[in-house]
């Protein structure tokens, strides 16, 4: 047995893949041969997900089959609605969603539900994809006591998700920005979520399942949940004068600052984070009133790489951005997942494909040798 142990599995290879690869040579995160940021310059999210799913960039006619296939699949049962009502009311969108996705494998019939093929596969996942904004968005207005939101076929994915959302920016360019929001979140190779996925799916469990553990691993500040708490700091902070006694305040008490370092990227900047701080630029120059959280955001940066040598990571623009859209804070994890289904559907697609149970072995750390009825001091 290999007894090297490395926690948190830090550079350990994990799987095989063809999906993705934060390739730190490149400087490129890798998705299926592309660089995601330029695929996030030159196509939208729908496609990104194509690209993750079917394997393939769409054509204009798959694109277009693609996009009502997510239109035709958007509406939820009227048992998941009932569902959603009847959690408690502090329930978090992100729990709601966890429950959603769990109650909503249900809906399959069994023998398609328990089809490991790659064909039933891509099936579910376009549905799973299709359904999950209105679950997420649907808890949360339920929980507000606001009516459930009809998710509308007639619109685009993108434009359908940020419809549902009360309160949302419903400015052309806002919906230009969601989109990037949502390619950036798509996938980005082993995270703690895909791992969870994969472990489950190894098992030959259904993708419902892999979705549910991913969304409970996704909750997590240290993951998916970096973006609510980036947000609350900046709004905590409030202007760039501020950002500076904020952040030592909290590094001087040992506190971790949300939206900063990454276990692979380390002591670089994420790629994703560098293309997003271009859209703060564009948000600011449309809504002027917002430019000092802006020049917040490039205070923190600024005094975490000189206080720490780290550097921001996806969720801390994609936090900001979320608040200046007018989102709700507490959907910023949930929207994370949604577009994550993407790249989470290909990892299980891929490991049911070659699959084998993970099963890995520990380094034993505690006693040896002790009967029951002996003091084991
Ligand atoms: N703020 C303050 N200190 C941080 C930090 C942060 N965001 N990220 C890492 N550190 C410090 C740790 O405190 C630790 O310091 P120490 O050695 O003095 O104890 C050191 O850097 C290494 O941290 P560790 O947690 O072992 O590294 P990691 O590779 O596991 O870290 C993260 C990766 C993502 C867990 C970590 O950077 C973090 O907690 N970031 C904030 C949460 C976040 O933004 N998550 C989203 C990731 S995409």
Redesign the pocket.
């Known amino acids: 047995m290999n007894e090297s142990f490395s926690p ?1 599995l ?1 550079d350990v290879v994990a799987a095989r893949t063809q999906i993705s690869f934060l390739d730190l040579e490149a400087e490129q995160i890798l998705i299926r041969g592309y660089d995601l940021i330029e695929l996030a310059d030159a196509v939208g999210f729908t496609d990104v997900a194509h690209l993750l799913i079917h394997g393939e960039l769409p054509t204009p006619g798959r694109h277009a089959l693609f996009e009502s296939a997510l239109a035709s699949e958007c509406r939820l049962p009227a048992e998941i609605v009932t569902l959603l009502g009847t959690l408690a009311p502090q329930t978090a969108p992100m729990d709601a969603l966890r429950t959603g996705l769990s109650a909503l494998a249900g809906f399959e019939d069994p023998q398609v539900l328990a089809d490991a093929s790659r064909g039933a596969n891509i099936d579910k996942a376009v549905r799973i994809l299709a359904k999950a904004p209105a679950v997420a968005v649907n808890s949360f207005r339920m929980s507000r006591g606001l009516p459930p939101a009809e998710p509308d076929p007639s619109k685009q994915f993108t434009e359908r998700f940020l419809a549902m959302i009360p309160g949302a920016d419903a400015d052309p360019a806002a919906a230009a920005t969601f989109d990037r929001v949502l390619t950036c979140y798509a996938e980005h190779e082993m ?1 703690a979520s895909t791992l969870a996925a994969r472990v489950v799916a190894s098992s030959l469990a259904d993708i419902y399942a892999a979705m549910v553990a991913a969304a409970a691993s996704l909750k997590g ?4 949940g ?1 973006n609510e ?2 947000a609350r700091m900046f709004s905590e902070i409030g202007a760039p004068q501020r950002a500076e006694s904020y952040l030592k305040e909290k ?1 001087q008490a ?10 692979v990227y ?1 002591n670089r900047p ?1 790629p994703r984070a560098v293309l997003l701080r271009g859209d703060l630029d564009s948000i600011a120059a449309r809504k002027p009133e917002t430019a000092q959280l802006v020049q917040t955001y490039d205070r923190c940066v600024e005094v ?1 790489a000189r206080e ?1 040598g ?1 550097h921001p ?4 623009p994609i936090g900001l951005i979320l608040s200046l859209l007018d989102i709700p804070i507490e959907l910023f994890t949930p929207i994370f997942l949604c577009a994550r289904i993407a790249g989470l559907s290909a990892h299980v697609i891929e490991q049911q494909e070659a699959n084998k149970l993970y099963r890995p072995r520990v380094l034993y750390a505690g006693p040896r040798g002790l009967h029951p009825g002996q003091d084991p001091t």
Do not use: Y
């Open positions: 948190g830090e995270a500040p240290l993951h998916g970096a708490a980036a590094l040992g506190e971790r600052i949300m939206g900063f370092g990454h276990r380390m994420d975490m720490k780290l990571n996806a969720d801390l």
